[in-house]
């Protein structure tokens, strides 16, 4: 099993580009989960999905679009990216038991 | 909205000392979580608990519900457990639900 799985690793955006990143798990959970985490603050959640078909707004959602396509994926869109949006996004997954499983994450910087 | 608090938020330590890492929340769970989250970058769960004590390795989790404080105790440290350790509560408390976050402590665990 891969667990998590996030795409790209790394990238660089100007001001204004668009870009999404990619994120599928292979544990058959229902609950997947967009965070961001900045320096000197916790992880904080940008959007969440309870089960396939479903998403909800975290706690920082502006600027940011998810699609939850099938069980296995759950996709982050930043529109028109924003220097305040630099950060290390982290995808995650949570199985019955409450536990959640991360991904590598993925280090945006939006010049 | 719950709150959590980490203390210290750095400690160095010399390899075989023990150690204690401290988080305390403002409102009432029955479950929290302690993540590991290596230099490079990856997280992973180490526990979850609801009440008394948890062990794997050398690693002890304890909780205390009532006095709202965890600690994450650390026997024999090693240089390889040099990370940072993140302790994470339900948002509105009781069990279920999306996770807030402490800031994390740094450990560094010196030869």
């Given at each position: 099993?891969?667990?998590?799985?996030?795409?790209p690793?790394?990238q660089?955006?100007?001001?204004?580009?668009?870009?999404?990143?990619q994120?599928?798990?292979?544990?058959?959970?229902?609950?997947?989960?967009?965070?961001?985490?900045?320096?000197?603050?916790?992880?904080?959640?940008?959007?969440?999905?309870?089960?396939?078909?479903?998403?909800?707004?975290?706690?920082?959602?502006?600027?940011?679009?998810?699609?939850?396509l099938?069980?296995?994926?759950?996709?982050?869109?930043?529109?028109?990216?924003?220097?305040?949006?630099t950060?290390?996004?982290?995808?995650?997954?949570?199985?019955?038991?409450?536990?959640?499983?991360?991904?590598?994450?993925?280090?945006l910087?939006?010049? | 909205?719950?709150?959590?608090?980490?203390?210290?938020?750095?400690?160095?330590?010399?390899?075989?000392?023990f150690?204690?890492?401290?988080?305390?929340?403002?409102?009432?769970?029955?479950?929290?979580?302690?993540?590991?989250?290596?230099p490079g970058?990856?997280?992973?769960s180490?526990?979850?608990?609801?009440?008394?004590?948890?062990?794997?390795?050398?690693?002890?989790?304890?909780?205390?519900?009532?006095?709202?404080?965890?600690?994450?105790?650390?026997?024999?440290?090693?240089?390889r457990?040099?990370?940072?350790?993140?302790?994470?509560?339900?948002?509105?408390?009781?069990?279920?639900?999306?996770l807030?976050?402490?800031?994390?402590?740094?450990?560094?665990?010196?030869?």
């Amino acid at each position: 099993n891969a667990g998590v799985t996030q795409t790209p690793k790394f990238q660089v955006l100007k001001t204004g580009q668009s870009m999404t990143l990619q994120c599928a798990q292979d544990m058959n959970h229902n609950s997947m989960y967009w965070y961001r985490q900045d320096p000197g603050m916790g992880l904080r959640l940008i959007y969440y999905s309870a089960s396939e078909g479903t998403t909800d707004k975290g706690e920082v959602p502006n600027g940011y679009n998810v699609s939850r396509l099938n069980k296995r994926e759950f996709s982050l869109r930043l529109e028109s990216a924003a220097p305040s949006q630099t950060s290390v996004y982290f995808c995650a997954s949570k199985d019955a038991g409450e536990t959640q499983y991360f991904g590598p994450g993925t280090r945006l910087l939006v010049l | 909205k719950n709150e959590v608090e980490q203390s210290p938020q750095n400690l160095t330590a010399q390899e075989g000392e023990f150690i204690t890492i401290n988080c305390s929340y403002s409102v009432g769970i029955s479950a929290l979580h302690w993540l590991q989250q290596h230099p490079g970058g990856g997280i992973v769960s180490l526990f979850m608990l609801s009440s008394g004590k948890k062990k794997h390795g050398r690693l002890i989790a304890t909780i205390n519900i009532q006095e709202k404080h965890s600690s994450l105790h650390i026997t024999a440290s090693h240089p390889r457990d040099s990370a940072v350790y993140i302790c994470a509560v339900p948002y509105y408390g009781g069990s279920q639900g999306n996770l807030i976050f402490g800031k994390g402590t740094k450990l560094s665990v010196k030869p």
